[in-house]
């Protein structure tokens, strides 16, 4: 069974610093990993999509990176802003099975920027 | 030019009612599904539909019952509602089944009295 864990839990900085998110998952069976973001009350918007054979994606100051073999994915914020403030899910789809297809999520890295 | 949308945003009821959440996109995908946010923020699949054919199910109770009318719709039905189906539940759509990004809906927040 597919497991996510995203650490840390929360994550505090102030505005411009570079910081990483890091998710971690147990099956490296993996079609692709996607990053999100949730803003309070809102729903999920998709940031970064890799797929397994993919080692990284970029979108402006966003950066993730994939190591399939060891489980693992990093989420590089540059520069960061105060609108940038969130939680951060990483997720991954599992390959063959009765799990085809679905999306397994991490419990989240709430992200604060304070000016 | 909402891409997933979800009705109704919020939905308050007593324990027992049946109720249904609709789910619409417009971005002409072959896939849907349905995911519950519990109240610690934790997200879990429950079902997922290609082309109109369930190909998940993840253990949910009976009382739910996804139903597809075409390829653009995945509504969802509770009957019976219980205190512990108070949750968002989020709607989701993906080109096609595996590799595919996928959207989401802004939620629905269920809460059972």
């Known amino acids: 069974k597919q497991e996510v864990t995203q650490i840390p839990a929360a994550l505090s900085v102030p505005e411009g610093e570079n910081l990483v998110l890091n998710c971690s998952f147990t099956?490296?069976?993996?079609?692709?990993l996607q990053w999100f973001r949730q803003d309070p009350g809102k729903g999920l918007t998709s940031l970064l999509l890799i797929q397994s054979s993919q080692r990284e994606q970029t979108s402006g100051r966003l950066n993730a990176s994939l190591d399939k073999s060891s489980g693992r994915s990093t989420l590089y914020i540059a520069a960061s802003q105060p609108g940038d403030s969130a939680t951060y899910l990483c997720a991954v789809v599992d390959a063959g099975g009765t799990s085809y297809g679905k999306l397994t999520f991490g419990q989240g890295t709430i992200l604060t920027v304070h000016p | 030019d909402t891409a997933v949308s979800q009705t109704p945003k919020y939905l308050v009821t007593q324990m027992g009612n049946d109720k249904s959440i609709k789910c619409e996109q417009n971005l002409g995908h072959d896939t849907m599904y349905w995911y519950k946010q519990d109240s610690k923020k934790f997200l879990k699949i429950m079902f997922s539909y290609n082309n109109k054919e369930l190909i998940i199910n993840e253990t949910v109770p009976n009382r739910f019952s996804p139903k597809s009318p075409d390829k653009a719709h995945l509504n969802l039905h509770i009957n019976s509602l219980e205190l512990g189906d108070s949750a968002v539940y989020f709607c989701?759509?993906?080109?096609?089944?595996?590799?595919?990004?996928?959207?989401f809906g802004p939620g629905t927040r269920l809460t059972v009295l």
């Open positions: 099956d490296s069976a993996i079609y692709n």
């Open positions: 989701a759509s993906s080109h096609f089944v595996g590799a595919n990004e996928q959207f």
